[in-house]
């Protein structure tokens, strides 16, 4: 039997349950038995369950009627031969089983029941290999009820693939779901280990390889296009700007920070403090007269110039040296708004749109692509869910799927860069590319944290970052920086966390390959 780590690594990739549908044909075909992929995988499942068990503890296997139960059954026989006391409960009679899954049940010779012991409290550990990632129904009925007996136990659960009742595609619950303090996985992550609920209800995620092979790997990459990630250095860190000895401050890019009216022009401050610490050479707040006082008593190393209308800014962005221009932050919501933007796109510059911005076209998505589109330029939008709805309202960007599908239809119909922020923002391309970031805190929800985020893409655009990366890129600096500040986080903090966030990514990419680590 191929041994449960003889197989190439996805990388970042993330496999669609219909892409590891694709790679258990492709390796079937190509010579490798089922029984052996699921052998594999339940000697996996049975290593990870002896971690976390104590000796001669008690194993309750809650099996399936499908392969997910198959593998269930081989980490219970395992688990018994190692002399761990396993009660093993078939969802469904045993004569109904088929394949690899019947192979793996007759392999099983200790008493099987039908129902769960009146007794949970006895158990150290649930192995819940119910259902798999690829579930497409609602669970009810008995499946339900043994769920919810066993999560009301509070007892430590190993998930085999996801947690019961959790959909692999969206992280959706399909009616109700086994929450576990770790799933493990095989080849690949898949989306629901990265979207929430999912994410929540998975605890820690191990991703084991299985001897499918690389062939068969390759066929379910191939399945699983355009590419979805976890975001992260891997993914983007090759087009990371590097400084030479012959960087200055004009080469590294000069961002424009539209503020708002006075007593409203905090966030635009905030981001325009991001753009600066995250590298770009030179950050101008563009403020009406009202402000500048207001902003001149609070910025020093980043610029001000006077921007009242529409007008002013057009003479402003007659500088070409201005490559990137931040709208949205404290801006206000109407017209004015609107008609800034539409100078902004008409410029041909690079673009970050945000808050204020995108409310300011709800309802009117597809105004706000032409105007886009009629400029010429690079854009990434950065809604979170409440701004998201309000400007797709109306389009079939908001018919249903999962975050990923919404977060690709509404770049697709953009043709711009979506971040769909959240606690598992979605990055996603116009070309369908798209990326889940796992990498973050709670701690960053807090006023003029998005506003900071909105400053840490323009900045890094500003230094040449293509939009998708550039927005990639953001997303994780910006968690990082909250998972290093922790508990009491304020925007405020954020960028001046970058030295540190910026320092630990250097190392990072010293020591990955060259491919990574260089353009």
Request: net charge negative.
């Amino acid at each position: 039997m191929v041994g449960p780590r003889a197989v190439i690594d996805t990388g970042t990739r993330v496999l669609s349950t219909g892409a590891v549908a694709c790679l258990d044909a492709a390796a079937i075909a190509g010579g490798i038995l089922g029984i052996a992929l699921m052998e594999a995988a339940g000697a996996a499942v049975a290593t990870r369950a002896k971690a976390l068990l104590p000796a001669n503890g008690a194993v309750l296997a809650l099996c399936g009627p499908g392969n997910n139960g198959g593998d269930g059954f081989v980490a219970a026989r395992l688990l018994a031969a190692a002399e761990y006391r396993v009660a093993l409960v078939l969802l469904g009679e045993r004569s109904a089983l088929n394949g690899d899954a019947a192979l793996a049940a007759q392999a099983w010779t200790g008493a099987i029941l039908s129902t769960i012991p009146s007794d949970l409290t006895r158990f150290d550990l649930a192995i819940d290999a119910l259902f798999g990632a690829g579930l497409s129904r609602d669970i009810d009925g008995d499946a339900r009820a043994m769920i919810e007996a066993v999560a009301a136990t509070r007892m430590a659960v190993l998930a085999v693939d996801v947690p019961s009742g959790v959909d692999g595609d969206s992280g959706s619950v399909r009616g109700v779901a086994l929450p576990a303090v770790e799933t493990i996985t095989f080849v690949g992550l898949k989306p629901a280990h990265l979207l929430e609920p999912g994410r929540g209800l998975c605890g820690r995620v191990e991703v084991v390889q299985i001897g499918a092979g690389p062939d068969a790997i390759a066929a379910g990459l191939e399945a699983s296009l355009p590419p979805l990630h976890k975001n992260g250095p891997d993914l983007w860190g090759a087009a990371f700007p590097r400084l030479t000895g012959a960087s200055h401050k004009y080469t590294r890019g000069h961002a424009v920070v539209l503020s708002g009216p006075a007593t409203r022009t905090g966030a635009a401050r905030l981001a325009a403090r991001g753009a600066l610490r995250v590298g770009a050479g030179l950050v101008t707040v563009a403020s009406p007269a009202g402000a500048l006082a207001e902003n001149a008593a609070h910025l020093t190393a980043i610029m001000l110039r006077r921007c009242e209308d529409p007008d002013d800014l057009d003479d402003l962005l007659a500088d070409e040296r201005l490559n990137v221009i931040l709208l949205g932050p404290g801006l206000g919501v109407g017209e004015p708004t609107r008609d800034r933007i539409g100078v902004a796109a008409s410029a041909g510059r690079s673009l970050v749109l945000d808050a204020d911005a995108l409310t300011s076209f709800a309802g009117e998505a597809k105004h706000l692509a032409g105007l886009l589109a009629d400029g010429g330029g690079e854009a990434v939008l950065t809604p979170h869910a409440g701004e998201f709805a309000r400007l797709f309202d109306g389009t079939s960007v908001l018919r249903g799927g999962s975050k990923v599908d919404r977060a690709r239809a509404a770049a697709a119909l953009m043709k711009a860069v979506v971040v769909f922020k959240g606690s598992d923002t979605v990055i996603a391309h116009p070309d369908g590319r798209a990326a889940i970031n796992a990498h973050g805190s709670p701690y960053l929800g807090t006023a003029g944290s998005g506003d900071v985020l909105g400053g840490f893409i323009a900045g890094l655009l500003a230094q040449g970052m293509p939009p998708f990366e550039a927005a990639c890129t953001a997303v994780w600096l910006h968690g990082d920086a909250g998972l290093r500040h922790g508990p009491g986080l304020i925007a405020e903090d954020l960028p001046e966390l970058m030295p540190a966030v910026l320092s630990g990514l250097a190392e990072r990419l010293s020591a990955a390959p060259p491919t990574l680590a260089h353009r």
